[in-house]
């Protein structure tokens, strides 16, 4: 920090310089440059609504594609560690609990798949002879 400008105290008690180097150029009421644009969320929001609109597709919030992605990877067999680790949660509870009914019904699916292998009945099963 040089001489001339003054620092102001923050909230931990270090010292940073007053001016603010990511608004220096910038006029007070001055839309950022054309390339920044696109990262304003209302700017993407807007941008995704009429991608939306012009596929014909029904109107869905950006976020719910991190939803989605995590569904269909879960029912293509991808490890939930993996789904934890991409959505960028803490815990792989958190992760569980969001997408326990995916789980379930996947596992409902394989229960099924089971059944058919094995070829129930509608008979109970009989009692299995240990000897």
């Known amino acids: ?16 310089s007053a001016r603010r180097p990511e608004r220096a150029g910038r006029t ?16 993407l929001t807007r941008r995704f609504r009429r991608l939306l609109h012009g596929a014909e ?4 919030r950006f976020h719910d594609l991190r939803h989605s992605t995590a569904t269909l990877l ?4 991808v490890d939930l560690v993996v789904i934890k680790k991409l959505l960028g949660h803490a815990h ?12 379930l ?3 409902r699916q394989a229960i ?8 129930t009945t509608d008979d109970p099963p009989s ?5």
Do not use: C, F, W
Request: charged share 20%; glycine share 10%.
């Open 1 to 16: 920090m040089n001489a001339s400008t003054p620092s102001k105290p923050t909230k931990n008690g270090s010292r940073t």
């Open 28 to 43: 007070t009421g001055s839309s950022p440059p054309p390339e920044r644009q696109a990262a304003r969320p209302t700017n």
């Open 57 to 60: 597709l029904r109107t869905i």
């Open 74 to 77: 879960l029912e293509q067999g």
């Open 92 to 103: 792989i509870g958190v992760t569980a609990g969001v997408y326990a009914h995916v789980r």
């Open 105 to 107: 019904r996947l596992q």
């Open 112 to 119: 099924d798949t089971l059944g058919s292998i094995l070829g």
């Open 127 to 131: 009692a299995a002879v240990v000897r």
